[in-house]
């Protein structure tokens, strides 16, 4: 990723034009790639499509330091007997579930994480949060669980803070000055923004701007700036995700070994096909005022915008992509048993990005490995302490559950305390109790139930 990006994703700086169209980039899965690139050729006379080509990119740095070679290759260049026949189920792509991974993702007590879950559970279908103080503790109440405001008041900070940044808000005014605090201070107009949102919320609600004018003595020009700020803001919590579609999961990125190296590939190269139309780069004079030309030097610009965003966008998914499965080798070769824990701030070290780019670029993006297709989001999981004081990812110790109850003797289900001891002879020791809470969450009943279900069978 060039360093200028890097930056403006970092320090959250101004959100011009470019840096949403880089986000938004950031954001969209290939399938809905595909129809952003499809709309800007259509819209843009500077961009054209070029035939398919054999040249090879020169590898950037970031992936020579890698375990991996990473390139991009189209569908028909893939090998016809590499085994990806096991498909994952596409998971829940609510606000909802996308908290509740960021929830698992954070260092929070057992208290707070309680009452995380108490304030993610009490989000209307916007986004915000429609429970009082009182509320959540009531709830709490009921699991045993009694903390005090400022405890709730300290989680609700660290939950606003999530992607989508602002949610859990109580109101507007508080969800648009979150958002606005995320900015640089230099941004044109903010701080005229932030007065307008605290003090001038119903004179901006009735567009009585010549009242905001009077009021705070600014110039018109700041005013301006402002009001276009405030316009850029999201308008609910909730908005990316209200309308989410399950479109045909299409994987973003592949995973396989070539001559006994893992290699990391992007699914398409449609993005590499593009490039400035330079026919119509040439009727561009530069003296030339007209509105014709100056339509040729804006289209010309957005271009440039466009190319270069796309091309950010590939680098920060391979890089990502790249260090995700480098981490992850074990289950390439042995499957979810070999998941390793695996949280955002380790990749975002390791990548030299921000955390909430890796929450962007995991989001909704998925790769074909060996073991099937999964979301990037699924080779993150927290650190489960054992009894020997070693650690284990509790994704690989749900699936290792999971496979010695599939595979269990249907006259003599598996107990707690014998999946435990299953488990230690395969090198993980884990206490029977932690069996029992890991296979409840999977939905799985106890050895009795489980043999009494069979006998009706």
């Not at 959250?12 to 938004?24: K, S």
């Not at 009242?211 to 850029?232: G, P, W, Y």
Request: charged content about 25%; some cysteine; hydrophobic content about 35%.
């Amino acid at each position: 990723m060039k360093q200028s990006l890097q930056m403006q994703l970092r320090q959250q700086l101004a959100i011009t034009p470019q840096l949403q169209q880089a986000i938004q980039l950031l954001l969209l899965p290939t399938h809905e790639l595909l129809a952003e690139i499809q709309q800007q050729l259509d819209s843009n006379t500077m961009l054209e499509m070029t035939e398919a080509s054999d040249d090879t990119d020169v590898t950037p740095a970031w992936q020579e330091s890698l375990l991996y070679k990473t390139r991009t290759t189209t569908h028909s260049q893939r090998d016809d007997n590499d085994d990806f026949s096991e498909i994952k189920d596409t998971e829940d792509t609510s606000l909802r579930s996308h908290l509740m991974w960021q929830m698992e993702m954070t260092p929070f007590s057992e208290l707070e994480r309680a009452i995380a879950i108490a304030i993610i559970d009490s989000l209307d279908e916007n986004g915000y949060l429609c429970a009082t103080f009182s509320e959540i503790k009531v709830s709490l109440a009921h699991e045993g669980v009694e903390p005090l405001d400022s405890d709730i008041e300290q989680v609700l900070l660290e939950v606003q803070q999530f992607d989508p940044v602002g949610v859990a808000s109580r109101n507007l005014q508080e969800y648009l000055l979150l958002q606005l605090s995320r900015m640089a201070h230099e941004t044109p107009g903010l701080s005229a923004a932030k007065n307008i949102i605290t003090h001038h919320i119903d004179e901006l609600a009735k567009h009585d701007y010549q009242q905001i004018r009077r009021e705070d003595h600014i110039s018109k020009e700041v005013l301006i700036a402002a009001l276009n700020l405030i316009k850029s803001l999201n308008p609910r919590p909730n908005y990316e995700y209200s309308n989410k579609s399950l479109d045909a999961l299409i994987p973003d990125l592949v995973v396989r070994k070539q001559r006994g190296v893992w290699v990391v590939e992007l699914t398409s190269d449609l993005g590499s096909r593009i490039r400035i139309n330079q026919e119509y780069a040439r009727m561009i004079q530069r003296s030339d005022s007209s509105q014709d030309n100056q339509f040729l030097k804006n289209q010309l610009q957005e271009a440039r915008w466009f190319l270069k965003s796309l091309q950010n966008r590939n680098e920060t998914l391979l890089k990502v992509a790249t260090c995700i499965m480098e981490t992850q080798m074990n289950f390439l070769e042995h499957g979810a048993l070999g998941l390793k824990p695996l949280i955002l701030s380790t990749i975002a070290e390791s990548t030299e990005l921000h955390e909430s780019t890796i929450s962007r670029v995991t989001t909704n993006k998925y790769i074909q490995t060996p073991r099937g297709v999964f979301e990037l989001k699924y080779f993150f999981s927290s650190q489960l302490s054992t009894d020997s004081g070693d650690s284990v990812s509790s994704t690989a110790l749900k699936a290792g559950i999971k496979a010695l109850i599939s595979n269990e003797p249907e006259e003599k289900p598996l107990s707690d305390q014998k999946i435990a001891e299953l488990m230690e002879s395969q090198g993980i020791h884990v206490a029977r109790r932690t069996v029992a809470k890991y296979r409840e969450a999977l939905q799985i009943p106890p050895s009795n139930e489980r043999k009494r279900i069979k006998e009706l069978v």
